[in-house]
């Protein structure tokens, strides 16, 4: 009888060691994700891969948001932070022309509360292959850029958001990162 005790008493204690490490493990593993930061800084010297064989070179200053990051082979997307401004690129397989692609983007944008989008749309000069074109949008309290190419079976949508004055400052630096924009993959 003393031989069944020991070796319950044996796995009690394993099953409460197991227990206490995943309990650990639980508490411990949040806890260093919220401890690593979310954004880090990005090299200017070389192109960053979005997705989908397209690259841009980062304006200087900026750091990359690990939240809104999300590179792949056939699309992807990437977030970039120059202080309070967002500048956002998603790459995605694409069939479609130009027209339909820029007003999916404007519809995505408007269909935000309070967001509209403002101005005439006007033409960016081709790079790459890739065709485009630009315009701005406002939301509550914030101003907006967006553009939109469509080049080697890809759309490729920018948006870039900020408080007007802060936007004023980064948009000459990012317009510049959006004009290194390349496809650099194989064609679909």
């Known amino acids: 009888m003393g031989q069944g005790t020991r070796?319950?008493?044996?796995?009690?204690?394993?099953?409460?060691a197991l227990v206490a490490a995943l309990a650990g493990l639980a508490a411990g593993l949040p806890a260093i994700d919220r401890a690593l930061p979310s954004q880090r800084?990005?090299?200017?010297?070389?192109p960053y891969p979005i997705g989908g064989g397209v690259t841009?070179?980062?304006?200087?200053?900026?750091?990359?948001?690990?939240?809104?990051?999300r590179p792949g082979q056939d699309q992807g997307m990437v977030l970039f932070r120059l202080g309070p401004v967002k500048y956002a690129i998603v790459v995605q397989p694409y069939d479609g022309d130009l027209a339909s692609a820029a007003e999916r983007l404007r519809r995505r944008i408007t269909g935000n509360p309070g967001y509209q989008v403002t101005g005439t749309q006007l033409?960016?000069?081709?790079?790459?292959?890739l065709e485009g074109v630009q315009g701005g949008y406002t939301a509550p309290g914030?101003?907006?850029?967006?553009?939109v190419f469509v080049g080697h079976g890809r759309t490729i949508e920018v948006t870039v958001s900020?408080?007007?004055?802060?936007?004023?400052?980064s948009l000459p630096s990012i317009e510049a990162s959006t004009r290194t924009l390349r496809f650099t993959g194989a064609e679909r």
């Open 162 to 169: 900020g408080a007007e004055l802060d936007l004023g400052r």
């Open 56 to 69: 841009v070179r980062p304006p200087p200053g900026a750091t990359v948001d690990l939240t809104g990051t």
């Open 123 to 129: 033409a960016v000069a081709p790079m790459g292959g």
């Open 7 to 16: 070796g319950q008493l044996f796995n009690l204690f394993g099953a409460l």
């Open 142 to 147: 914030r101003g907006g850029r967006y553009a």
């Open 41 to 46: 800084p990005v090299s200017t010297d070389q």
